[in-house]
């Protein structure tokens, strides 16, 4: 059972919006850490797409975007394309567990 | 561009200790970040194993503290990953990571990863 919870999978047509929530807690997201997002495309490694709850790395389109309210953090992605099926992971701390990395259980899209 | 390579055996006997190596392409001494492993079981999600700076300082994660070591061979741009005494539990894919220290940590990049089956 992850600590940050995340929906097993979501859905949705090319070119519609789509969110992944991410929740915790008053230890983890709620205590004020950011949260980071990964997206491991079939048979690769995870990649970094979101760090600091909304900002992305170089190369990363705009179509992806984050970010966080309480005790939650959300991915979003605009304009959804055939590539961007893969599952996504955020990351973050918490503070009950020695400050170590938290991750959460993962989302599987599929672009319909 | 930074690459990550893991390598070891893909079978390990219960009981006994599994070892993995990353190999870097690029190693850099950088005070900014650390070096790292995060396994994936069969069905379940990621978890975080450890992390080493370049001075060798390490962080666990406690539930694995007590099994795991990680080191660091710098002349040959490679850093270990040691667990002991694995059980069927232990049976993952293991990737290794640069850590960017932060106020929060992050992983970029990442190795492709290996599986690494506990088995008798």
């Known amino acids: 059972q992850s600590v940050l919870t995340q929906p097993p999978s979501v859905s949705g047509a090319p070119g519609q919006r789509i969110t992944i929530s991410c929740t915790g807690s008053?230890?983890?997201?709620?205590?004020?850490?950011?949260v980071h997002w990964y997206q491991r495309l079939p048979g690769t490694a995870p990649k970094l797409l979101i760090y600091?709850?909304?900002n992305r790395p170089s190369g990363v389109p705009d179509r992806f975007s984050g970010s966080k309210s309480g005790t939650s953090a959300s991915l979003a992605i605009t304009g959804l394309q055939a590539e961007d099926e893969a599952d996504y992971y955020c990351?973050?701390?918490?503070?009950?567990?020695?400050?170590?990395?938290?991750f959460g259980g993962g989302t599987k899209l599929t672009v319909l | 561009q930074l690459q990550l390579q893991e390598s070891g055996p893909g079978l390990v006997k219960p009981s006994e200790t599994l070892s993995l190596t990353c190999s870097v392409s690029?190693?850099?001494?950088?005070?900014?970040?650390?070096w790292g492993w995060v396994r994936q079981p069969p069905g379940e999600g990621l978890a975080w194993i450890g992390s080493?700076?370049?001075?060798?300082?390490?962080y666990y994660n406690p539930s694995l503290k007590s099994r795991v070591t990680i080191s660091l061979d710098t002349s040959k741009n490679q850093f270990s990953l040691r667990l002991s005494s694995v059980t069927a539990a232990d049976t993952a894919v293991y990737y290794c990571?640069?850590?960017?220290?932060?106020?929060?940590?992050?992983?970029?990049?990442w190795g492709q990863g290996t599986l690494v089956t506990v088995s008798s």
């Open positions: 080493i700076h370049h001075t060798g300082s390490t």
């Open positions: 690029e190693y850099s001494n950088s005070s900014g970040y650390y």
């Open positions: 008053s230890s983890n997201i709620g205590a004020g850490y950011d």
């Open positions: 990351q973050s701390y918490d503070s009950s567990l020695s400050h170590h990395v938290i």
């Open positions: 600091g709850n909304n």
């Open positions: 990571a640069r850590v960017r220290i932060a106020f929060v940590n992050w992983f970029d990049p």
